[in-house]
């Protein structure tokens, strides 16, 4: 927030005549109180549109002391699971104030399931504040497997069209973004459906699927000596796996016309719209406590811990990547039904 001067133009004897009757400080002490850019003296609520022991609810709760420093207030997290998600970000559009003091830590593309649902509220009812965390979704085959890229898996399943299977979660990028391959190369492959991440991990090692696609961080933690990564869905290398090739970059050397989005599990802060327009100085205080939390030495740390590596995207990068996916869920919104 930027400070407001006042000055008066007034000669510099005169201005001393007005301190020494006090006038000066009382100035002064009016335009430190307009200029502070601190959180107001009230409680900050993150809400969590999921259960207790999901990675958004761990990364809200993780965040919230060190926000508690940022902001000098005291910051609380508040479970509102249901629906996917649904439940709870519905609930805080209907009831919660639209000054600040409510907040989602949301999950992608959760969040956009809700949407295409109709569960009663779309994305524009929001603005994003920033992006936290973000892991890219790969494909992934058994560190056995006779596909030993991502090229030499399409041909296999090319050359037996249906034979071949992937595990997936329902309305989930597992099966969107195997689905986004199939149809743009006219492939054909047979989805199998489980209850988690972990599960179809199992079913890839235990040889009932062929291959599965998920998130590369939550994958190499829990499998990552067991399974081989092909190809990832970003648009420039993974940090901590930057051998990975990018799907882009095999379909360029496929001689395939084909590009797809980059696509991410992710987890961001969203607030009501009409919070920035409302409350500007708020929003800015908000999103700078927020990006130095995030990129504390603390957060990161404690990210790591946990095979998350967290980062702050600000606004508006952050509203531009995440309406792009949101195109992509909309094509495939009949896998959300």
Not at 71 to 92: F, K, P, Q
Not at 120 to 149: A, Q, R
Not at 302 to 316: A, F, N, R, T, V
Request: proline share 4%; glycine share 8%; hydrophobic share 35%.
């Amino acid at each position: 927030m930027n400070k407001k001067w006042f000055t008066s133009g007034i000669l510099a004897g005169s201005l001393a005549v007005l301190a020494a009757c006090g006038g000066g400080e009382e100035n002064s002490n009016s335009s430190n109180a307009e200029s502070d850019n601190s959180w107001p003296d009230e409680e900050l609520t993150l809400v969590v549109p999921y259960s207790v022991g999901g990675s958004a609810d761990r990364q809200a709760r993780a965040l919230a002391p060190i926000l508690e420093e940022e902001l000098d207030t005291s910051v609380v997290v508040e479970n509102r699971e249901g629906g996917g998600g649904a439940s709870g970000t519905n609930a805080h559009k209907q009831n919660d104030p639209e000054d600040g003091t409510h907040i989602i830590y949301q999950s992608h593309p959760h969040f956009e399931a809700g949407i295409v649902r109709e569960a009663g509220y779309e994305f524009e009812d929001f603005d994003i504040l920033g992006i936290t965390h973000s892991s890219p979704i790969t494909i992934w085959v058994d560190k056995d497997s006779e596909y030993e890229t991502m090229e030499d898996l399409l041909v296999g399943i090319e050359n037996n069209p249906g034979d071949l299977s992937y595990a997936m979660m329902s309305s989930s990028w597992s099966d969107i973004s195997v689905k986004m391959i199939m149809d743009e190369l006219g492939l054909e492959v047979r989805d199998v459906p489980y209850d988690g991440g972990g599960p179809m991990r199992t079913a890839l090692m235990g040889g009932e699927v062929d291959f599965i696609a998920s998130d590369i961080e939550g994958t190499l933690a829990g499998a990552g000596e067991d399974l081989r990564p092909l190809a990832i869905f970003s648009n420039e290398p993974y940090e901590h796996a930057a051998d990975v090739p990018l799907i882009n970059d095999v379909m360029e050397e496929m001689g395939e016309d084909a590009e797809f989005p980059a696509v991410s599990n992710r987890r961001f802060v969203q607030v009501k719209s009409q919070f920035q327009e409302s409350h500007p100085e708020r929003w800015e205080t908000l999103e700078a406590a927020f990006e130095s939390a995030v990129e504390s030495e603390e957060f990161k740390q404690w990210g790591e811990d946990q095979s998350m590596y967290l980062g702050w995207i600000p606004s508006e990068e952050a509203t531009e990547s995440l309406s792009q996916t949101v195109e992509v869920i909309y094509d495939y919104q009949d896998l959300f039904q």
